[in-house]
């Protein structure tokens, strides 16, 4: 009889009334569900569900929110939810100063501090099972400045441990289908730090503030994403540029990812993980693997794997900043980037998406040894580089200026460099032009000394090995756009075949020591 009369649209109605009620007061807001089916007094399918928040505006919104609970729940004080299934449902969070508009339900599932309320009934979470399924969050954060637009196809957790109190989740699985991520960058509301030293140095900089200042813990043993995107947007942005790199509006797209054995401690994110896609300029991520580790100061690859349509980087990678959301909408002068390779192919193809300057190169290098800096200031130890047979550098360099090429200063330290004229005028496509003297007659070339300057403005100091002799230099050399070279510094060469060098036969072979000017 009591199955039948909880059939009966009346009891149903009347079950409907009495959650609502006591969530509505518990709550103090607003609750309220269209239909309810109940199912072995354990299950419930809300249909219509409608929580506003203290503002009176929504909150949460579900088309259809399915629930696992304590058995017999309307007659207990102690309420487990168990499974929660939302589909076709909206989550709008917005604040406007230091308080969320759903802290209330935070602190409503965290019970109470002090002394347990028994006059009153207590809803846990004791989660096991989440299914989501066309789902978007709406985040509006003017307090930060940051509004996130958040959105999933289908989402599936299957959870060991869900403790609110205890504040420990381990998860089994996690299945992110179809999600979507956008994010927008504005000046908040939140005054301005005024308690720091502004003549301090880097190191003290404020970084970014602790992501899980609650102390939560979170495991997960297997998570995968299938067709993501992400998108990072600042204000005041220009217009998006088309095949090169944008710190301004990245979108990435096609995101595949697998992370193994997942766990957040303190403000640490660790994984093992495994990850595709491609940016919205068409630079394209055929995987990325590695030991990752994520913190509010640093992203770090160790085992670092990275495959591109024409490079292969690996061994170790970190990007350190003071504020990621920030600094990343400023790639390249604020994040410090700290790399080790070996073994690695690099494809000047890939070098010219973020340094568009160099795309005539044509070239692909393999890398051994050590990165660190900004884009815009980036030095490199113990490198040894080669491309094909007639280019090797062994030696230390320094690179400030970069993305623009022919404003980078050079400051290269080599103990070995083989190349050639041909090889060289690539790089430096300006050799080209200059007939008088004869540069192309240097055919193969070993240097071992320094190089400091601009690729049309330097000064070479070292030991210049060329098929038409041996040249000592410290010369300042100049390669103006229109016109011949300048030189001028001390040269000294013994048996240095100048008739080819200027092109005249009537000029043999010389041997000087002195200053030169021209």
Do not use: C
């Not at 637009?149 to 992110?176: E, G, M, P, T, Y």
Request: glycine share 6%; hydrophobic share 35%.
């Amino acid at each position: 009889m009591l199955w039948i009369l909880v059939q009966t649209s009346f009891f149903q109605n009347y079950i409907v009334h009495r959650v609502a009620h006591r969530l509505s007061k518990n709550l103090n807001t607003t609750v309220s569900i269209k239909k309810i089916d109940i199912e072995l007094f354990d299950k419930m399918d809300l249909q219509g569900l409608l929580i506003l928040d203290h503002k009176k505006d929504t909150l949460l919104y579900a088309g259809d929110a399915k629930v696992t609970i304590t058995d017999w729940f309307f007659f207990k004080e102690n309420i487990s939810l168990q499974y929660i299934g939302l589909y076709d449902a909206f989550v709008n969070l917005y604040r406007t100063d230091s308080t969320w508009n759903y802290q209330f339900l935070v602190d409503y599932f965290s019970g109470p501090k002090k002394q347990k309320d028994t006059s009153s009934t207590a809803i846990n979470l004791d989660l096991k099972v989440l299914n989501l399924k066309n789902v978007k969050v709406w985040q509006r954060d003017e307090w930060r400045g940051e509004n996130i637009l958040a959105s999933v196809a289908q989402l599936n957790i299957h959870a060991d441990q869900f403790d609110i109190n205890k504040k420990v989740i381990r998860i089994s699985s996690f299945l992110l289908d179809h999600p979507s991520f956008s994010m927008y960058d504005y000046t908040g509301k939140e005054p301005a730090d005024t308690t720091s030293n502004r003549n301090t140095d880097s190191s003290s900089i404020k970084t970014d503030t602790p992501w899980n200042s609650d102390g939560w813990q979170l495991f997960v043993e297997n998570l995968s994403l299938k067709d993501g995107l992400a998108a990072i947007e600042k204000q005041g942005s220009t217009h998006p540029l088309m095949n090169v790199f944008d710190d301004s509006h990245i979108i990435l797209s096609d995101i595949n990812a697998t992370f193994k054995n997942t766990s957040l401690i303190n403000d640490t994110l660790k994984a093992a993980i495994s990850v595709s896609t491609k940016d919205r300029g068409g630079f394209v991520i055929k995987n990325l693997s590695g030991q990752w580790k994520f913190t509010p100061q640093i992203m770090e690859f160790k085992n670092f794997d990275l495959r591109t349509n024409k490079s292969h980087l690996q061994n170790y990678f970190a990007m350190h900043y003071h504020h990621f959301n920030d600094d990343m909408q400023d790639f390249v002068h604020a994040v410090n980037l700290e790399a080790r390779f070996e073994n690695s192919i690099l494809s000047s193809e890939d070098i010219a998406y973020f340094a568009p300057d160099v795309h005539t190169w044509n070239t692909v290098f393999t890398l051994n040894g050590e990165v660190h800096g900004t884009i815009d200031n980036l030095s490199a130890r113990k490198m040894i580089i080669s491309a094909g047979n007639e280019n090797y550098l062994d030696g230390n360099v320094s690179l400030r200026g970069l993305p623009d090429i022919d404003k980078t200063f050079i400051d290269l330290r080599a103990n070995e460099l083989r190349t050639s004229y041909t090889e060289l005028s690539k790089l430096i496509p300006s050799l080209k032009g200059i007939d008088q003297p004869k540069l192309s007659a240097f055919g193969k070339i070993k240097f071992s000394g320094s190089y400091t300057g601009y690729f049309n403005d330097f000064v070479t100091y070292g030991t210049l090995s060329t098929e038409i002799g041996t040249l000592q230099t410290d010369l300042h050399l100049k390669v103006p756009s229109v016109g011949k070279p300048i030189y001028q510094g001390t040269l000294s060469t013994n048996d240095f075949q100048l008739g080819k060098f200027i092109s005249n036969s009537a000029i043999g072979n010389i041997s000087f020591d002195g200053k030169i000017k021209g």
